[in-house]
């Protein structure tokens, strides 16, 4: 995220805040999955 920010701040590169925060979002969704598939196939 704060190569997102410092791209955009140094370079003028607008996109590149947004891109990094789908990378954040798409890196958290893939962990969510992961968590959720351990706790169905753990026992109780």
Not at 21 to 35: D, L, P, Q, S, W
Request: hydrophobic content about 55%; glycine content about 12%.
């Amino acid at each position: 995220m704060l190569l997102g920010i410092l791209l955009n701040a140094t370079l003028g590169w607008w996109w590149a805040d947004p891109a990094a925060g789908f990378v954040i979002v798409f890196y958290g969704v893939k962990e969510g999955r992961h968590a959720w598939h351990q706790a169905m196939m753990s026992p109780p």
